[in-house]
């Protein structure tokens, strides 16, 4: 372990102590006990050195804190448990991590029927503040509202936080607002990394006059989600061209979807979209899959995809990423901004507790921590035997090393990024953001309706 490791592991298990000290003190109610009275007499008997030091481990004595999610892959599950569970031994808790194909419906299931898990992973926040409403879920205590404080831009809050009031845990961050490329590519025709949009739209431009590869590879058809690609970049053209208060106001419908400026944003994708400007090698874009536009790109068909950070492994087998050395190297590009102050487009998962245990309680401080992330990020490295690891989060003060270069591209967005919002479509009600917004953009896509009807027809369905 790492110096710098150890000091911070040491300072979270001080305040850990301390938690758990002043948790169990709380319990008594004569308030004469001291920490370790709280767990059996057996305990306390056996140690009778008066050593406070062990405080924690007779306050956790062996108590198991149950999580569930939906990232169910080997590599996620095991780094998950691994990391949770590194840090349990040092507090006397034992941590069991359960990944769910149907955790959506599960997760309902249990708490209908009054056995929900002490922590779950949400990556829906409409669905987290649903259960904040119900109150199924609690909020954070004053402590691990602290640590998200510490160790998290507000941006990334703003999701785990239902009417003033933070219920939730960043856990894991996905980043969207991303343009695929080979640098080598661009080095031989002469092309630069544009900084603005205006500079991006040149270079698409340039591209098609160039007569050489598309400039863009694009497909939206992904099965009964066909369209959502789009919206990711409705979105990112929202936050680009009207900054955070528009886009704030439009997920909750402040600002309908019939607004001219959402319109604008819709329309700006389609525009970049022709025949010129793209590669669809479903031959049109919402026959191509999302999926099938790595391998275009590096056999040369496209200059340029737009997508999140999860991509990387959408590439063929073999692809090497971020290796100056390497010719055939894939590397990313910010989606370059309109008005300078360098907006992301994120996704991710955020932890809520069903209880207010002294145990759940600890474990949501641990997982708000840039040390929590660090390790998850090293354990899920070795889980998928080197390489990209799929993981990311954009916790303050994480050891950037532990990182793969392309995955520090990431980082770097990230933490040089003035605004960070949330998947719009995620944060509307289903009907909206997994229904019209939808099949509406992939009729405007395929032509067969204008920017207004498909804004108009979107807006209909908003549930009232």
Not at 74 to 100: C, F, Q, R
Not at 138 to 146: I, N
Not at 281 to 291: H, K, L, M, V
Request: charged fraction near 20%; glycine fraction near 10%; charge should be negative.
């Amino acid at each position: 372990m790492s110096k710098s490791r150890l000091t911070k592991l040491l300072a979270l298990l001080m305040i850990f102590g301390l938690i758990a000290a002043s948790c169990s003190s709380d319990d008594d109610s004569d308030g004469a006990t001291e920490a370790g009275d709280s767990s059996t007499d057996e305990t306390s008997a056996d140690d009778s050195s008066g050593d406070d030091s062990s405080g924690e481990a007779m306050v956790f004595d062996g108590e198991v804190v149950t999580i569930t999610g939906p990232e169910r892959d080997d590599p996620s599950i095991a780094s998950i448990n691994d990391t949770l569970n590194a840090w349990g031994d040092t507090v006397g808790l034992v941590i069991e991590y359960t990944g769910d194909a149907d955790w959506e419906a599960n997760i309902n299931t249990q708490v209908e029927g009054g056995n929900p898990p002490n922590i779950s992973f949400f990556p829906q926040p409409g669905k987290l503040a649903d259960f904040a409403n119900d109150g199924a879920i609690f909020p954070l205590s004053a402590e691990a509202d602290a640590a998200v404080d510490e160790f998290w831009a507000e941006g990334f809050q703003l999701n785990g936080n239902v009417d003033g009031v933070q219920f939730g845990v960043p856990a894991k961050t996905d980043l969207k607002s991303l343009v695929w490329y080979q640098p080598a590519k661009f080095e031989e025709a002469g092309y630069a990394v544009p900084e603005t949009f205006e500079e991006f739209t040149a270079l698409i431009d340039q591209m098609a006059a160039d007569g050489g590869p598309k400039p863009l590879c694009v497909g939206i058809e992904s099965g009964q989600a066909t369209g959502w690609p789009y919206t990711d970049w409705v979105e990112d053209m929202v936050l680009r061209l009207h900054g955070a208060e528009v886009y704030d106001g439009w997920v909750t419908n402040e600002i309908p979807f019939d607004d001219p400026r959402i319109q604008e944003a819709m329309q700006a994708p389609v525009d970049l979209w022709t025949e010129d400007n793209v590669f669809a090698s479903g031959g049109s874009i919402p026959a191509t899959n999302f999926a099938d536009n790595g391998q275009p790109l590096v056999d040369g068909q496209c200059y340029m995809h737009r997508q999140a950070n999860f991509f990387a492994g959408l590439f063929p087998e073999g692809t090497q990423f971020a290796d100056p050395a390497n010719p055939d190297a894939v590397d990313v590009f910010y989606f370059p901004d309109v008005n300078g102050d360098r907006p992301v487009l994120t996704a991710g998962i955020f932890a809520a507790a069903f209880d207010e245990n002294p145990a759940t309680d600890a474990v949501m401080q641990y997982i708000a921590t840039a040390d929590y992330a660090e390790t998850r990020q090293q354990f899920q490295t070795e889980a998928v035997g080197g390489g990209l690891s799929g993981y990311l989060s954009a916790a303050i003060g994480q050891d950037p090393s532990v990182y793969q270069p392309l995955e520090q591209s990431f980082l770097e967005i990230l933490d040089t990024s003035e605004i960070a919002r949330f998947d719009g479509s995620d944060l509307m009600p289903a009907d909206v953001g997994a229904g019209t917004f939808w099949t509406e953009g992939t009729s405007l896509v395929n032509g067969d309706s204008d920017v207004a009807t498909a804004a108009g027809r979107i807006q209909e369905s908003w549930p009232s």
